[in-house]
Structures are given as C-alpha cells and as structure tokens.
C-alpha cells in the first residue's frame, strides 16, 4: 500500500533560520510527489512538485525538496524562514499510474518566531 | 496556473438541513473534479471523485446517499450535503485536473467551512 510519513507534526523556527520538513514515501513504482501549503482557512497551493525529471526540485517562495530513491525520502527545504512561512505543510504522493489518488501526509505545521 | 472557486466560503446551517457547495474551474475545463474533507488539525482525505457526465466515484466510508455530487458542466461541480448534522460540520475542498496538462496535478479551490448547528 502507498503511504506518506511526515516525521514531524509541528516545527518551530526563528525568523532567518534555516526550514526542513521531513517526508517519507512508501511507493511500489516511481511516484509524482508534491509538496502543498495550506494557510489558515485557505485551500492548498502547489509549492513544488517531483514527476521523475531532476531530483533537486525548486519551488516557489525559496522552497525546494530532493528527491532521494534511496531513502524513499521528499524533504522540504528553506535556506532562510519567512514569518509568511508560518503555515501547514503538506507532503503528497501519486503512485505510479495512480492519475487520481493524491495521498496526503498527516501534515506538519510550521511556527516561525521573531 | 488554473484556478479553482469555490462558494461559498462559510456556510452555517440548522441540522436537518442541506446545504450546496459548489466548485468551479474558472479558467479551464475540467472533465474531473474531486472532494475531499478536512476535520481541524487533520490532512485531506478525499471523499469521491467527480467525471462531468457521469457518477460520481465514492471513496469507501462515504455514503453517496449523504453527499450528493453533480458533475454538470465542463466546469463546475456541485457538493450537497443533505440532512446535515453537526458530525458534518468540517472544511471541504475540491480540486480540478486540468485536461493536457501533467496527468498528476490538480488546483485546489480555497474551501467552504461548513458548521452545522
């Protein structure tokens, strides 16, 4: 079965400092993987997404994740948190010919602090 | 990028009462559209899968008898949650697959906060 683990529920970060979101597939094929952030209230918006071409994928805001087959891992990265940052995150994956079913991750919200 | 409406944004209701979501690709046709809920602190878990012309495909656990979905035009697909209880009361957000672009993507509308009192 396909699953999505992101390792941490909550992240707390000063304003400036580096971001990391941890994410964990579990997939039989090559998936497509997405990252999405969700700020209170408001429906999801794409911040980058992996379809097997680069695995060092950029994204919007200074995001981006790499890809790791060897890991089986997405991580989302920011070299330099935002206080506009502040938000959840969620962690996507669309099995091999799978063109419908998103599965979400548990989500990760992030805090960013002064 | 594709745009996806949703309204309304905020509804609250009486039990006992439907309620119609509806969902609309404003800037492309979309054959495919999709519900999922969310409870607070909780991720999405999609609830049926909407194809313009036909049924709409139920997740397992959703009764399609509760969440009427219609799929009628190219670009706008309809939620009604009938009988509405308090249970029901969640945030619920569609999505569209924009035909000709990458297969795996879908633009997600901003949501309606339903709460059932």
């Known amino acids: 079965a396909q699953s999505v683990t992101q390792l941490d529920s909550h992240v707390s970060v000063s304003e400036g400092t580096p971001v990391l979101l941890r994410c964990n597939y579990s997939?039989?094929?090559?998936?497509?993987l997405f990252w999405y952030v969700q700020h209170p209230n408001k429906g999801l918006q794409l911040l980058l997404k992996y379809t097997s071409a680069a695995t060092l994928v950029k994204g919007i805001n200074g995001f981006e994740a790499e890809f790791k087959k060897s890991e089986t891992s997405f991580h989302l990265t920011k070299p330099s948190a935002h206080m506009s940052d502040a938000a959840e995150y969620f962690c996507?994956?669309?099995?091999?010919?799978?063109?419908?079913?998103?599965?979400f991750g548990a989500g990760t919200r992030l805090a960013v602090h002064p | 990028g594709a745009v996806v409406s949703q309204h309304p944004s905020r509804v609250i209701c009486k039990s006992g009462t439907s309620v119609k979501i509806e969902c609309r690709s404003l800037d492309f046709q979309a054959t495919t559209m999709f519900w999922y809920r969310q409870f607070p602190k909780q991720s999405l878990m999609l609830m049926a899968t909407s194809n313009e012309g036909s049924k709409a495909t139920y997740e397992q656990g959703v009764e399609k008898d509760k969440f009427l979905i219609n799929h009628a035009s190219l670009t706008l697909s309809t939620l009604t949650v009938t009988s509405a209880h308090p249970e029901d009361s969640s945030f619920y957000i569609c999505?569209?697959?924009?035909?000709?672009?990458?297969?795996?993507?879908?633009?997600f509308g901003p949501g309606t906060r339903l709460t059932v009192l």
């Open positions: 997939s039989s094929y090559s998936p497509s």
């Open positions: 996507v994956v669309i099995p091999s010919g799978g063109y419908n079913k998103l599965i």
């Open positions: 999505s569209a697959r924009e035909p000709g672009a990458s297969r795996n993507e879908q633009f």
